[in-house]
Nanobody, 124 residues
Framework: QVQPVESGGGLVQAGDSLRLSCAASGRTFSRYGMGWFRQAPGKEREFVAAISSSGGSTYYADSVKGRFTISRDNAKNTVYLQMHSLNPEDTAVYYC?????????????????WGQGTQVTVSS
């Protein structure tokens, strides 16, 4: 079992960059597929990016492809989401999720453990 805890959110201006971190407790972190999702006010939670347990495979939503990069450091039990060229449409609460299966997944029900989320606000 892992417990993700997100950090790094904040208020930035359009065009800025931000890096989110997700620290996960548990000795078996390296076996888990990890993902980032986000939820804007009044909208459903949506997939952002995912990474396999080894870090060898990644997948992105079309809306962030080329701007966001997901990575992980299994020695530190941490997953990162590097975000560039942020725009107001990226404003949301960002959630980190862990999946017992080591591959990545793009739908929320495929994930077993969720963090509490970190707010990202992009002003125009």
């Amino acid at each position: 079992q892992v417990q993700p805890v997100e950090s790094g959110g904040g208020l930035v201006q359009a065009g800025d960059s931000l890096r989110l971190s997700c620290a996960a407790s548990g000795r078996t972190f390296s076996r888990y597929g990890m993902g980032w999702f986000r939820q804007a006010p009044g909208k459903e939670r949506e997939f952002v990016a995912a990474i396999s347990s080894s870090g060898g495979s990644t997948y992105y939503a079309d809306s962030v492809k080329g701007r966001f990069t997901i990575s992980r450091d299994n020695a530190k039990n941490t997953v990162y989401l590097q975000m560039h060229s942020l725009n107001p449409e990226d404003t949301a609460v960002y959630y980190c999720a862990a999946r017992r299966l080591g591959d990545y997944a793009t739908i929320a029900p495929a994930y077993d453990y969720w963090g509490q989320g970190t707010q990202v606000t992009v002003s125009s």
